[in-house]
Each structure stands twice: as C-alpha cells, then as structure tokens.
C-alpha cells in the first residue's frame, strides 16, 4: 500500500504531496523535511529506493524514488508494494502530466496544481494503485475536462440572459407601437390554431374598433348629489313625472 506521494524541488521545496494516511500540518511538513535530507543526499550512480525515515514508519516502509530535471518524485510504499512497480508508476505519472502540460516543468505544478492532482488520482485512490495505462488516463481525463466544459457553460447561461435583456431597449420599442395597427396584428393570428374563428375575432374586433373610433364620451362631474347619472336629464325629467303623479 502506498502511504504518500511527494514531490518537491531540489531545495525541498514540496510542489505536490498527497498523504493517504492521517497527519497533522506539522507533522506532514516535517516528513517533507526529512524524506528530502535522505533523498537529496544519495548519489545518481546508487538505486532509487531506501528505508523509509522515522516520521514515516522507519524499516517498514521504503521510499521509492525518481529524479527529473529539479524534481524529485518519491513514493513511500510498504513491503507489500514491489520496488519496481513503483518505479515504472513513477515514469507513468510523469508522462502523463508531460502529455497533459506539453514538455511538464515545475512552473506546471505550482500554477496547475489541481490538474496535477487530477492526474495523481487517475492513478492512486486511497493507496491502491488504480490505473497504468497512460492512453486510458488521458482519455478519462479528456472526458473529465468535457464535462467540466459543459458545466460551467451551463451555469454561465443565467448571467448570459441577463446580459441579453439588459441589452434590448423595452421602452423604445414599446413607443413605437401604433395601435391602429392592432387589428391587422389580430388578423394575422391564428387563434387555437383556428384560422375562421380568428378572422371572425379580428372582424369583429376590427367593426368594434372603427365604431368608437373619434366618439367622444362624456366626462363625470361630481355635485353635491354625487356623480351625474350617463343617462342625464331624462332620468331627471322621468323623476319628476313620477312625482307629480303621487301628488
């Protein structure tokens, strides 16, 4: 099983570590500390694996190694894991992250460290080797970035819309609507689908609209009666008729 993966620069600086197994910030910090004075020390002549140090369970435990450019990869493994294996996973996620950042250097990791660790987990989940073959993780990848694509497509279609009404003019177009037009727009639709029964609306609408055309209605004046009556005088006039007849 593997408990972490760290990589760091020839400085000790770390650029990407996963741990499989709990530490706290300290702790982690201070096996990044002394897994690079192990590994820095050793000449490039001698074999890439060695016991694993005190912080990170001593004898036990071997650190699996490789040394690229200014990077050191190094995986610390159990007995169970075969040295070998992990040196040949090792040069896998190496070439994947070069095929994934085209010519891979440090600069990579530190400003795409979510990819890096995008491509570490197509490898390794939990400790357990997953995955080897590289053409199957580029294209799980592939996928992966697709569906990241097609996501944020999606949640930018809200702000789009809006952008799209703030860019009509409402109230522009609305003045320059003419009503007189309006029965030839009634016309011209189709009521449920109906083309009698919406040229019998359009007609009727249309005979309506000509007939009130230039009327003028009278306007209601208040007194201390109330409002007048639309009937006017001759209501009056039939009051007092009936009036006069009771008398």
């Excluded at 169970?80 to 040949?88: F, H, K, T, Y």
């Excluded at 085209?102 to 987990?121: G, P, T, W």
């Amino acid at each position: 099983m593997i408990k972490a993966i760290l990589v760091f620069n020839n400085h000790g600086k770390p650029r990407l570590s996963k741990f499989y197994q709990y530490f706290n910030e300290d702790m982690q910090q201070q096996i990044i500390k002394e897994t690079f004075q192990l590994v820095s020390k050793r000449d490039d002549n001698v074999c890439n694996f060695l016991e694993g140090g005190s912080l990170i369970g001593g004898s036990d435990y071997k650190l699996i190694y490789r040394h690229y450019a200014t990077l050191y990869f190094v995986f610390c493994v159990d007995s169970s894991e075969s040295e070998l294996g992990i040196l040949d996973l090792i040069q896998v996620f190496v070439e994947t992250l070069d095929k994934c950042f085209e010519n891979v250097c440090e600069l990579d990791l530190i400003f795409h460290a979510d990819a890096a660790h995008q491509v570490l987990d197509e490898l390794v989940m939990g400790g357990m080797v997953l995955q080897t073959n590289m053409a199957d993780i580029l294209c799980r990848l592939h996928e992966q970035n697709k569906m990241q694509k097609a996501e944020a497509g999606i949640s930018a279609a809200p702000a789009r819309a809006v952008s799209a009404v703030k860019s009509m003019n409402l109230p522009q177009q609305l003045r320059d609507m003419k009503l007189p037009d309006l029965p030839q727009a009634i016309k011209d639709f189709k009521f449920f689908g109906s083309e009698t029964l919406s040229t019998r609306f359009s007609e009727t609408f249309s005979e309506n609209y000509q007939q009130t055309d230039g009327l003028h209605f009278p306007n209601y004046e208040s007194n201390n009666l109330g409002y007048q009556d639309l009937r006017g005088s001759s209501f009056e006039k039939k009051k007092k008729k009936k009036k006069k007849s009771k008398r």
